[in-house]
Every structure is written in C-alpha cells, then in structure tokens.
C-alpha cells in the first residue's frame, strides 16, 4: 500500500508541474487582422525567456485582398503561385502573391500578411516557424499583419507550444519522479521477498 501512495503522489506531483506543450488554432486574416486591432487570444501565457514554438504548414494560405496578395504565413515576400490544389482556386501557375514590403505597427515592422505574436504589448514575426525565448511575459496574441481588414480573406493552422517549467517547478518534477521511482522500487523488492 505504501508503494501505491508513493506512485500516486509522484504521479500528481508530475502532472501538476508539466507545461502545455502543444496547442492548435485557427488564425484568421479578417478578424484577427493587426489592422482591425483583435489578435486571436490563445489563453497561453508565457514569462520572458520561455521556450516557444509556433508552426503553420507553408501550403496553409490566406490573403489580403485580390490577387496577387495570397501567402503562407511568411507574408508577401515574393511572388507565389498557384498549385491549381490551392485555397485560391486559380489554375495551376497563375501568379497568387507578390512582394508587398512592409508593415509597421506597434512597433514592429514585418511582411504585409505575417503571421505575427504579440506578448504583453510587444510583437514579434513568427512566420511559418519560430523557435525561441519568449521575448515578453503575458498572454500569446497571434495575428494577421496589415493595415485594414476589410477585404481579408482565409485562415491558417497554427500549432504553438513550449512553455517550459521554471526552476521550482523543475524541481517538484524531479521529486515526483523520486517518489514514482522509490515506488517501484520498494514494489520490486516486496515481490522478491514474497517470491
């Protein structure tokens, strides 16, 4: 019995200390348009120099506006073409994305199109992959970077994680695995005396 409590508290102790490490979302070029000012909130919060990944497929499309402003979550930053299997619905090699420059807002200046994250009141490029320290400490905003929304269109996948345990946490982790560990143990010897 003793080695069945010792088990249960480990395991609690582990599960309680485990960051989320994965989430999925659905960002969308309209209502989650830096123009219109609403990211889309993830409920994810991060403290500076946290790990974080974030991640779009580079076949994932949205747009801002008519052709040719279609792009993956890169933004506009050069010209791009439809694959005739695309959300466009344009035949294969009619040109869907150009280079569109620059937007800057809130202090950040990225592609027209980006995906881009904000924390805490500073934003960061994330494109179709990031990986890297959180560079601010609140909850993960993600948007659609450009001026206005109002001809927006599509959305994109997104899949974000990484917060990774601060100190303490790391070690109530490594005492949860002490007593999962102690456990077992104390489990095998009672087999060996009793076998």
């Known amino acids: 019995m003793r080695g069945f409590t010792m088990l249960a508290a480990g395991a609690a102790l582990i599960a309680f200390c485990s960051p989320a490490?994965?989430?999925s979302f659905v960002v969308d070029a309209a209502s989650n348009s830096s123009g219109a000012g609403f990211g889309l909130n993830t409920g994810l919060t991060y403290s500076?120099?946290?790990l974080l990944t974030v991640?779009?497929?580079a076949d994932d499309l949205w747009s801002?506006?008519?052709v040719p402003r279609w792009s993956n979550a890169n933004g506009l930053i050069g010209d791009l073409f439809a694959t005739g299997t695309d959300e466009t619905g344009l035949p294969a090699g009619t040109q869907i994305g150009a280079n569109?420059?620059?937007?800057?807002?809130?202090?950040?200046s990225a592609p027209y199109?980006?995906?881009?994250?904000?924390?805490?009141?500073?934003?960061?490029?994330?494109?179709t992959s990031f990986?890297?320290?959180a560079w601010a400490s609140g909850t993960l905003e993600l948007f659609y970077w450009d001026e206005n929304s109002f001809d927006n269109s599509g959305r994109i996948s997104v899949n974000v994680g990484g917060a990774v345990p601060e100190p303490a946490s790391w070690a109530m982790m490594l005492g949860g695995f002490g007593l999962v560990g102690g456990a077992l143990r104390s489990?095998?010897?009672?087999?060996?005396?009793?076998?």
Do not use: C
């Open 21 to 23: 490490t994965a989430a």
């Open 48 to 50: 500076a120099g946290d």
């Open 55 to 57: 991640s779009a497929a």
């Open 64 to 66: 801002a506006g008519p």
């Open 100 to 108: 569109w420059g620059l937007w800057a807002q809130f202090g950040l």
């Open 113 to 127: 199109g980006s995906l881009v994250g904000g924390i805490g009141g500073v934003y960061q490029l994330l494109g």
């Open 131 to 133: 990986s890297g320290p």
């Open 187 to 195: 489990r095998r010897k009672l087999a060996v005396s009793f076998g």
